[in-house]
């Protein structure tokens, strides 16, 4: 392939991880080839495989879960002409209804609304699959595009703005140089510990979502829409779960506890016999049957993946100008999958630097810091929304989610009178995440569980380092402690006497 012309005002852009953020930076950087003076020198990092290669078939044995492609996330990708007609539109499936279980006892349904949030639900890889065609059929023939996938980066130089990386096939090891590097690279990310051993002032606090979950796909029952987003709430004893419609008549079904449960989650449900499984399932979940061949899939996909366990990222910058890095996407802001929000957040942190760019002209200096102005209020409001939105006591969760339905009836009613919950307002283009954050502190909903999360986790933790003991209750030793309170109590009565 060849290699760009020599020129002052070409920058080379290093765009650490293909995976819906970088792919679609990549792409509106290349864009902006054609019309913006400065000519972006763009090389791809990838530690995987290039799932853009694959046929459909092939792309099948690729499956992860399933997630919403919001308002946000479309905007973003339609800010790329033809990007979203030619490659994502049939990816997914169109989300028309919504629904929660509570026993057997089904809520919702359609909207007429014309001006209701538009939303798709796709499989995570197929979005990463469908950018990266785009990048094959659009780029890999421009001098001013080259990806190195099955590649690893294995450290960034950030005083001399260079990376080293490895080649998975050939093992051989090379500096590749930037003028501005991308982390777009995950929850542990490399390009991310340029800045904590840069700054000082560099917030990062990394951890995970509390909470292990599995997810399945098997075929659609008779009695979920083929278009529907389902909510779970308490659907198995101590666990919340969520459907959502596939392509191919499938739905994908994630189940998950809080961690401060995991002695109380029955034991049948932790087997390796898939019989033992599908029989717990027939027992206890009553949302809706499923098929003989369902259970049985359901258990068979359950008993053969380990349990997942996300990660979580907070930092309280997203840009280096010493270092000449941004991040984005869960290098940023990586965040529980509860409110199916973080890949929508990463499309936007791509969209918005683009607009970053084009507003100072592609200065770096001042487009560097503007991005983080921007976009460090969105990824913080992202992180503690998914984490506290939905309360571990599933008691309070419950109950906040019948609030939240009696809020929602109001609000249609009286909308002058009572505000939409952060829920309706989650998904609407027209608010940022900031929006959705206050509204959701003000409502007293994520105050109350943040003070009850946080005190979860902490005992939790405590208990499972030994840092807390629990003893054995005794009631002689009760009855000791009581009769010295009470005759303390009253020695100094009369002594006061």
Request: proline share 4%; charged share 25%.
């Amino acid at each position: 392939m060849c290699r760009p012309p020599a020129s002052q005002s070409t920058r080379k852009v290093i765009v650490a991880g293909a995976g819906p953020g970088g792919l679609l930076l990549q792409a509106l950087l290349h864009a902006r080839n054609a019309t913006s003076s400065v000519k972006y020198d763009i090389t791809l990092i990838e530690s995987r495989s290039d799932l853009g290669k694959l046929s459909p078939d092939e792309l099948q044995a690729h499956r992860s879960w399933m997630i919403g492609l919001s308002s946000h996330g479309l905007q973003a990708v339609r800010s790329l002409p033809g990007l979203y007609e030619k490659y994502l539109s049939d990816v997914g499936v169109l989300l028309t209804e919504a629904y929660i279980y509570l026993g057997s006892k089904k809520m919702g349904g359609g909207t007429t609304d014309k001006n209701a949030p538009e939303g798709f639900i796709v499989d995570r890889n197929f979005i990463v699959a469908a950018l990266s065609r785009y990048a094959l059929e659009n780029m890999s023939d421009s001098p001013f595009y080259r990806s190195k996938y099955d590649t690893e980066m294995l450290y960034v130089d950030h005083a001399n703005h260079r990376v080293l990386v490895r080649s998975k096939e050939t093992n051989a090891e090379e500096y590749v140089h930037y003028d501005l590097l991308v982390g777009a690279d995950g929850v542990r990310s490399t390009v991310r510990d340029a800045l904590v051993k840069r700054h000082f002032d560099f917030e990062l606090q990394l951890s995970d979502i509390f909470q292990n979950f599995k997810a399945v796909h098997i075929e659609r029952p008779e009695r979920v829409s083929a278009s529907s987003i389902s909510l779970l709430p308490a659907s198995l004893p101590h666990f919340n779960g969520i459907c959502l419609p596939e392509t191919g008549n499938l739905i994908n079904m994630s189940f998950g506890f809080s961690r401060n449960n995991l002695d109380k989650v029955d034991k049948e449900i932790m087997s390796d016999d898939p019989k033992v499984v599908a029989q717990y399932f027939k027992d206890n979940f009553k949302a809706f049957s499923l098929t003989e061949k369902g259970y049985t899939d359901l258990a068979e996909q359950w008993v053969n993946q380990r349990w997942n366990r996300t990660g979580m990222v907070h930092c309280n910058m997203y840009h280096s100008l010493p270092c000449k890095i941004i991040l984005l996407g869960d290098a940023a802001h990586a965040t529980s999958p509860s409110i199916g929000m973080g890949m929508n957040t990463a499309l936007r942190d791509a969209q918005k630097f683009a607009e970053i760019l084009d507003r100072y002209e592609d200065d770096f200096d001042q487009a560097l810091p503007q991005y983080s102005k921007e976009r460090v209020p969105e990824g913080n409001a992202l992180t503690d929304i998914a984490l506290n939105l939905y309360c571990f006591d599933t008691g309070v969760g419950v109950r906040t989610m019948i609030l939240g339905l009696v809020r929602s009836i109001l609000h249609y009613l009286f909308p002058k009178l009572v505000g939409a919950g952060p829920n309706e307002i989650l998904a609407r283009s027209e608010f940022t995440l900031s929006q959705v954050y206050q509204a959701g502190n003000d409502q007293g909903i994520l105050t109350k569980h943040r003070e009850i999360n946080e005190r979860i986790r902490r005992e939790t933790f405590e208990r499972q380092t030994g840092m807390i003991v629990e003893k054995p209750k005794s009631s002689f030793r009760l009855y000791a402690i009581v009769g010295a309170v009470l005759a303390g109590g009253a020695g100094t009565l009369i002594a006061m006497k």
